[in-house]
């Protein structure tokens, strides 16, 4: 079997890097993409195998994705598997949101989907096959309060891949999205928004039960089987559930939950 080529947004650091890690462990020859030089290089350096290559974009810009996309076609021809991963977060209600924050959350969580898929769909749908894996988040299922571009951005990507597995169901190509709950990775580093949020995001990051090792283990395992909605963290998959089978409950839980730790 020929080497798989897997492209990851955001392979700098976090989770795309820890995902990165697996793919190389697997076999594949990795495309680590980031927006900072010496991190994604960095990145590139830790991965065992051969055939690995570092490269920087910015996926909240249709230009630079363009660029990227010329780069891979002309190193590897495509990609057997598309990752997008890249994006960043914010915290606040819906009246401290500016549209400078609508804006930015929608460019670089959002359209950083639809131009990833845009751009590498055509040449997997030639081939006959292929995978797209987008990292949304449990904000995007969760409906809660505090979070607003964030959530909103996250439930685009949610639904963006719904529809996306319906349009390719039959022709060869997998899609799943990643809706991980908090965990420690350096994402509130370049969070926007409330201040008050970003602390309370902080101290569930610090008390969760997952790892970042966790949960691209478990994003991985997932993947490699196929699966659309990957929730890799503990206590998500049950709280889904319960959304999902008793949506008045998990609505007074859910309020009485983020009043408690807004405390």
């Known amino acids: 079997m020929s080497q798989r080529r897997v492209l990851i ?23 680590c993409v980031d927006l900072i030089a010496d991190r994604v290089e960095a ?32 190193q590897w021809g495509g990609v057997d598997v598309l990752i997008n991963n890249a994006g960043i977060a914010s915290g606040g209600p819906m009246t401290e949101t500016t549209m400078e924050e609508w804006r930015k959350l929608l460019e670089v969580d959002l359209l950083s989907v639809v131009r990833g898929c845009r751009l590498f769909l055509p040449g997997m749908l030639k081939a006959g096959k292929g995978q797209i894996l987008s990292t ?6 969760a409906g809660a309060p ?10 685009g990507v949610v639904a963006l ?18 809706c991980p709950s908090f965990f420690r990775t350096n994402l509130i580093d370049t969070a926007v928004g409330s201040d008050k949020t970003k602390k309370m995001a902080l101290k569930m990051m610090d008390t969760s039960p997952d790892t970042i090792d966790s949960v691209a283990d478990n994003v ?6 196929g699966k659309f909605l990957i929730i890799p963290t503990k206590h998500e998959p049950m709280r889904w559930r319960f959304k999902r089978w008793f949506p008045n409950q998990y609505f007074k839980m859910l309020v009485k939950l983020v009043k408690k730790e807004m405390k």
């Open 146 to 155: 505090g979070i607003m571009t964030y959530g909103v951005a996250k439930a």
């Open 136 to 141: 949304a988040s449990f904000a995007g299922l």
């Open 161 to 178: 891949s719904e529809q996306l597995r319906a349009e390719v169901f039959d022709k060869g190509i997998l899609v799943g999205v990643i």
């Open 43 to 74: 990145a590139r350096a830790s991965l065992t195998g051969q055939g690995h290559i570092a490269l920087l974009a910015d996926v909240g810009s249709d230009e630079s994705m363009q660029a990227l996309f010329e780069q891979i076609q002309e």
């Open 9 to 31: 947004t955001g392979a700098g650091s976090g989770l795309g890097l820890a995902l990165a890690l697996r793919y190389a462990r697997s076999g594949a020859r990795v495309a």
């Open 220 to 225: 991985f395992a997932a993947a490699e089987r």
